[in-house]
């Protein structure tokens, strides 16, 4: 498929002994991952996760899947089925949950540990189920088959779903680290097994499919990090992601080599840690973790700090550090290492704390100037490894903006997929597999639903197209009160703007010119509020406009008493 | 220097035969470029350009200098002189030319051509003075020789200030391709000459400070260019900036050797080639151009478009192409080239442009894909070079963040200056040179300087603080009339909301609330609006809060007849 999807109608409902994908999050952009299958009814769901806001996307929390094409079938769904703990993953599981509470959630043993965390806040108690790699489940119609993949966090599953209508094999997010630090290979023999036995649809993650050749071990993070450690002077303070459970290790490695305690920072850091050490994923060697209550009293070059915060968020430990606004008060001879990736949108925020921590005088050590970071993702080598092991008949890229998805099927053509076997879908487009052949026919309601404070769905386009003009213009508000029996100004104009102009008497000229549009349409004959709101909001934008060349928010009140 | 400095008094007056430098902008961030030298009461100033805003500055167009601290002192300004034709070089000229229009200014032929574009349409025309590498100019007290340096716009000079307080090579923007595409390489031996007849002070470009090794040649883009033309099946589109003229140059070259014509799009890309090629800079084979009115009479395999619009800016050609908003259609088999850096802060803005481009079949080629980019800024390596050629009594880095700074410092002590020779400075920061040590003697003002729309200054902290809230959280606005002589609400509460919530009646309850509060306020002898507003202001903000967990900006009016 060369061409996007023109409008698409809602499509047929589901042949008998078909098999249907949709996914409602995750394909058109990196996130709020979610793939709806059915089959003779019945609905399995693959992930769930949640998309981060970008930038013309002011003030919203989350971002969910749309569960509008699913939401009078969730009755018909047996499960979800999780692939990995990455809140693009399982995010937004307790808002499904929240629609229908007795869903079934399988996942391998660290991510039901994650999510249960997580649902434990929402105080939510689904069915939670267990599986490992080399299991297989019948759920329902669909029997479902668990391959160990490696990815940036521990125990990642991929998933086939075999059907009456065919195999399809779902890689969840993977990369193929041929030397990982727990010996969990990406399993490509049991990959190539199933291509044997036949795969007629392979969803594979594309994140990484522009990215040429392969991505090195995690392994070789970790001679930097014990360089890095045993060479620093004073402290030393490694960033990385929460969940990140081979990074965390090899900083606690790296530690307990240079002879430094190690105390984590930042709540995810600490809850997930605490798991991933019960669970036995984290090895910690004796005596190695204090309390940040402690680390006060050891000598500064005896100390490790592992914190969140490696993405610029404003509110983190690192970034109150980076403006000496944290207990820890950056200095001369200090080291922090940002042992993570920087997602597109992050760079300012990143650079900030960069730029502060090093404005202290603190040595910083990023991917850009060390090898302290490697990606989660597979890029084009690695794909094509899967490719040939499995040799699908269909290949419908996941994961991914449009650049990747793309890329990803220029890698399918590559390996000799014949173009037409490669659907390129968006969220909410509908693919059918019939005989073999997978193929668009029709799409669902897909759009964002936006998670702001406790909130959700409420606000909507309007809302955000509302708040860019108001944070790129700011707001004038102009009250006036009209007697209605005397056809006269009783109160007001009163004129209030915010991040409009910050000049004493800026607006006096503007409420004069208010006034004086309300009397005349009075002595017009006009009386009806939204025509007074009218003529002022036009005389207001035209002042403001010829003043300033600025196009503020503009809300007129006309009251009559 | 090791730590950032303290909240610093104003300086003393200059002492006789002592050199001040002071960067109004350009220490501390990348753009808006601005240093002023004072010697005997008279002023020089190197470069004055803009900065473009971040996403904490929402709304803004551009950020200035900060000229408060020669405001009064513009009489004894001798000259401006200018390395470079960038913005973030000559930008904030016109700003400065409205104080006193007057300043005689120096630059290159190239330099001088895109600036008086520039002014003519300020109406300015102050005294412009060719200067060329080799000459030496005196400036009242200031001699000033010019250096020829390489850099992503042609006709670039670093320039050499002498005066009886020592001297000082400020080297604008630069880096040391050895293979040039106009021959024209950085001085290394005038640099190396100055540097043995004694540089006190070396001002050096630290923007790829943290950057490992050096950089390819531009010359190396042109095979890249060649292939791409030479291969792509229909239209080929190449976006870059409009004054890259030697990468314009080699698009040129690749279009002639692939047989294709080559129109410019975009007002400034259209000006700027015009005038290069009227001085000679860019060289024009005959019968290459076409106009955009004659591409589409074209065989599409026939067609070349030089661009603006790489940096995903949402007005340009290419952004337009990407939405399908353009007389150009994308179509499968086109092929687009960002021949271009990605600015931190601009990548979702490029990432949304390719993945538009993609969806509609067209090919991308961008700097992380091939060498289709080359930076403009010495990295490492190259800035050795030119501290072992200059080998400077004091070095003060320039242009640049935090992170830069620091970077450049450690590369000024491996090259064996003693750190304490080393002036980390930030804007407005006074740095003396006195009998060959540089060192800080306190600070001036130095804020940022807003241009919003018409207006320059009246934006303020304050509003870009208010624009915040406004588009993180929206506002609501609440309007009472009341009756001052029954004490009664006469009118309202009438809520206007935007930005919180799109649903139905979202505030019906917050108005009842509101009405209360007023109502008891009123019972309870509280008449004063500011009393009545703060009521108000409480109870809303409070049950926006409960119900949201949001914190929009609220305006209560109370307004009494």
């Known amino acids: 498929m060369s061409h996007p999807h023109p409008q698409l109608a809602a499509p047929a409902p589901l042949a008998a002994g078909a098999l249907r994908v949709v996914a409602l999050g995750g394909i058109g952009e990196i996130g709020r991952n979610m793939t709806v299958f059915e089959y003779d009814g019945r609905l399995l769901v693959v992930d769930c996760g949640v998309l981060f806001p970008e930038d013309d996307q002011p003030g919203i929390d989350l971002i969910l899947p749309d569960f509008s094409a699913i939401r009078d079938r969730l009755d018909a769904v047996e499960a979800v089925v999780l692939t990995h703990a990455h809140e693009d993953h399982i995010g937004a599981v307790p808002y499904l949950l929240r629609e229908r509470g007795d869903i079934p959630v399988y996942g391998s043993r660290l991510t039901l540990a994650l999510l249960e965390a997580k649902l434990g806040e929402h105080r939510q108690h689904p069915p939670l189920h267990v599986v490992a790699e080399g299991e297989t489940r019948a759920l329902g119609p669909f029997t479902v088959e668990l391959f160990a993949v490696n990815h940036s966090v521990p125990d990642a599953l991929a998933v086939a779903i075999k059907t009456p209508a065919g195999v399809v094999l779902h890689t969840g997010d993977f990369k193929m680290d041929q030397t990982p630090i727990d010996g969990r290979l990406t399993d490509l023999g049991g990959f190539a097994r199933l291509g044997r036995e036949g795969v007629d649809l392979l969803l594979s993650d594309s994140t990484n499919a522009e990215v040429p050749g392969f991505v090195e071990s995690e392994r070789e993070i970790g001679p930097v990090l014990r360089r890095v450690l045993a060479g620093a002077e004073k402290r030393v303070i490694v960033a990385c992601f929460a969940s990140h459970v081979h990074r965390v290790q090899q900083v606690l490695d790296a530690a307990d080599a240079s002879g430094r305690h190690v105390a984590f920072v930042g709540r995810s850091m600490v809850r997930n840690m605490n798991i991933s050490k019960e669970l036995g994923y984290l090895r910690v060697p004796a005596g190695l973790l204090v309390d940040m209550k402690d680390v006060e009293s050891l000598p500064e070059n005896k100390v490790c700090l592992v914190s969140t915060g490696s993405q610029g968020e404003p509110m983190s430990a690192l970034s109150r550090m980076a403006n000496r606004d944290h207990q820890i008060r950056i200095e001369q001879g200090d080291t922090v290492v940002l042992a993570s990736s920087l997602i597109p949108g992050n760079e300012n925020a990143v650079f900030r704390v960069i730029n502060g921590l090093s404005r202290w005088g603190a040595k910083v050590v990023h991917k850009s100037t060390a090898l302290v970071h490697v990606s989660g993702h597979a890029p084009a080598g690695e794909l094509l490894y899967v490719l040939n092991a499995v040799r699908p008949s269909n290949l419908m890229p996941i994961h991914g903006e449009w650049r990747h998805l793309r890329a990803h099927a220029a890698l399918a053509e590559l390996s000799g997929l014949p173009p037409e076997r490669v659907v390129i879908a968006e ?100 009386t009806d509020r939204q025509g007074l709101q009218q003529r002022v909001r036009r005389v207001v934008g035209r002042w403001i406009s010829d003043t300033y060349r600025r196009r503020p928010m503009i809300t007129p009140v006309v009251l009559e008493v």
Chains 1, 2 share one sequence.
């Open 427 to 526: 969220d909410g487009i509908v693919v059918d597999l019939v005989d073999g052949l997978a193929a668009v026919v029709g799409a669902v309601e897909c759009g964002y639903v936006y998670v702001d404070g406790l909130a959700v769905g409420d606000v909507t386009e309007v809302s955000l197209k509302d708040r860019r003009i108001l944070g790129d213009e700011g707001m004038v508000t102009i009250t006036v009160v009209v007697d209605a029996s005397s056809g006269k100004i009783v109160g007001g104009p009163e004129i209030i703007a915010r991040g409009v102009s910050d000049e004493p008497g800026a607006f006096d000229e503007c409420r004069r010119l208010a006034a004086k549009a309300v009397e005349d349409a009075l002595a017009e004959g006009v």
